[in-house]
């Protein structure tokens, strides 16, 4: 018996929107390709990482439309419409975000690999508790859920989906509670100044 020959049918070009940090891109691209290979070999934007190319490690955490996505399990073509925030479009010229200088101050990367990916995450959980979403270890769902109610447990909870092969995750949760803090704060002092007037 003869050997069996496959032959590798063309691959198919699309024309996509790209909508990345705010500058939206045109592009003519395999309809495969991954967000994680368009946003780095397309884009340039490499510092959005590749890990395990599976979902399983969140290097490639990207954030689209205010969620947390995983970039190398999303099609490229599938983001048209949609904005993609990398960790190049996070700060705001020369100005840190405030999960970007947490890390810094409170030392919650090692190496740096999976830091951009921990940064998008924590920025989007660190919104899920403003917006009072419960997790999956919440102790009654039926409570809102707010940063004076958060344990460690569930910021832990909320970033799983990220990790760490440097096992920063003390200072990571450290910067996640410090961003809550700070906001925490800033609001009791807005509304303070609410009821002066």
Do not use: W
């Not at 996509?16 to 500058?23: A, E, G, Q």
């Not at 970033?159 to 995750?169: D, E, I, P, Q, T």
């Amino acid at each position: 018996m003869s050997p069996r020959v496959l032959t590798v049918r063309e691959t198919v070009g699309v024309r996509t929107s790209l909508r990345v940090n705010d500058t939206t891109h045109e592009l003519s691209v395999d309809s495969r390709l991954t967000l994680l290979d368009a946003l780095r070999d397309v884009l340039g934007l490499t510092g959005t990482k590749k890990g395990c190319d599976q979902g399983a490690c969140g290097a490639c955490t990207v954030i689209i439309d205010g969620q947390r996505v995983l970039s190398c399990l999303t099609l490229a073509a599938a983001c048209e419409g949609q904005h993609v925030v990398t960790i190049e479009g996070l700060a705001r010229s020369d100005v840190l975000h405030p999960m970007q200088a947490a890390f810094l101050h409170c030392d919650g990367f090692q190496c740096g690999y999976c830091t951009p990916g921990q940064i998008l995450s924590a920025v989007c959980a660190v919104q899920e508790v403003h917006a009072g979403v419960p997790s999956h270890v919440t102790p009654d769902v039926r409570q809102t859920v707010n940063s004076t109610t958060l344990t460690d447990e569930e910021i832990r909870e909320r970033m799983s989906g990220n990790l760490c092969r440097c096992a920063a995750y003390p200072n990571i949760v450290a910067a996640v509670r410090q961003v809550l803090s700070a906001a925490e704060a800033q609001s009791a002092k807005a509304d303070a100044n609410e009821v002066r007037s």
